[in-house]
Structure formats: C-alpha cells, structure tokens
C-alpha cells in the first residue's frame, strides 16, 4: 500500500506546508515574523490585531491538520483491516471534527499538566489516552469516552506503546539522517 500511503502524506504535507507558508508570510508582513537574516526583531513589539491575526491563523493551521489527521486514521484503519482505502478519504471525516478538537483540547491539557509534573506523569498520560482520535474515527464516540476507550484499550499495552514511540522517533531521526530522503519511508 506504500502509493496510497506515499501520495496521502503528500497530500497532508503539502496542505499544512502551504497553510503554514500563508501563515509565515502574513505574520512577516504583520510585523510579528522574522526580520534581517532570521533573526527575531523584538525592538518593535507587534500590534494587537497582528498578534490576533496571527492567533487566527494558527487556530486554522491547527482544525486543517486535525481534519486531515481524521482522515489520514481513516486510510490507516481501512488498510490495516485489508479494506480498500482511497486519498478521497483523507478529506471524509468532518463530521467529528468538532469531537476532535474538544478531545484534542482535553487531552493537551492532561498532557501538558503531566509534563509540567516532572515529565514522566506527562509521558504516562500521553501513551494512556493518545488513541483518542483512533477511538473517534473506528467506534463514533464522543469526546470523553473516546478518552475512556483509549484508556481502556491502552492497559497492559503502554509499555509496549512507549517503546514503540520510541523505536518510531529513531526511525524518524534515520531517516533524517539519510538526508531526508529516509523520510518518504520512516514517517509512513
């Protein structure tokens, strides 16, 4: 499946790239970017409708790359249960949208809490209800029992989970270390 894989991670780089380049480019002319040679220009502190502006924008950058993640788990989740799966799919999951970003929120804040309590806590929360959004694609929950369910699905498995997460952070930095060109195979 590496074609649907491949050209769906094109789709999704290439969305959030350009939003994050109309992003950069108005925050430049905003005033809020970087200045001469990259180098943050804090002389002049930017106006309030910049800084609101550039909030805008990153609240869209955001909701664009969580829909796109609903329908990228979508593709995942067809081909892992042998059913075919297209790139049309990548844009067919608006209708939990809304869930997903109330459980994105939630679980961001667990997370960032725990990691403001000595990092491990933070880690452990992530591992334990990070298959939220899993949750909300395959079973149509809600948003805090897509929590509850990624908690259960979780138990006896987050050991094993964060050794995956870790062996996938290797594979990313491989692929890195390939001069990028890894990266078309380490982030399927």
């Known amino acids: 499946h590496f074609g649907i894989i491949f050209l769906t991670g094109l789709i999704y780089f290439g969305i959030t790239m350009g939003i994050g380049i109309i992003q950069g480019v108005a925050e430049v002319a905003m005033g809020i970017g970087t200045g001469n040679m ?16 550039s909030l805008i924008l990153n609240v869209i950058s955001n909701v ?8 990228a788990t979508r593709i995942g989740l067809r081909l892992v249960s042998g059913e075919p799966a297209e790139v ?15 459980a994105y929120i939630l679980y961001m804040l667990m997370v960032s809490v725990g990691l403001l309590l000595l990092i491990v806590p933070g880690i452990y929360l992530a591992i334990r209800f990070g ?3 899993t949750a909300i694609v395959d079973r149509d929950l809600g948003v805090l029992d897509s929590l509850a369910y ?6 006896n498995n987050r050991i094993n989970l964060f050794g995956l997460a870790v062996l996938n952070m290797l594979i990313v930095l491989a692929g890195l270390v390939a001069l990028c060109i890894g990266m078309i195979f380490a982030i399927p």
């Open 64 to 71: 664009v790359s969580i829909f796109l993640g609903l329908g």
């Open 150 to 155: 990624s908690s259960d699905i979780t138990t």
């Open 131 to 133: 298959q939220f959004q």
């Open 38 to 53: 990259g180098i943050y220009d804090t002389t002049q502190p930017a106006s309030p409708a910049a800084l609101g502006v």
């Open 88 to 102: 049309g799919m990548l844009f067919g999951e608006g209708s939990k949208l809304l869930r997903t970003i109330g």
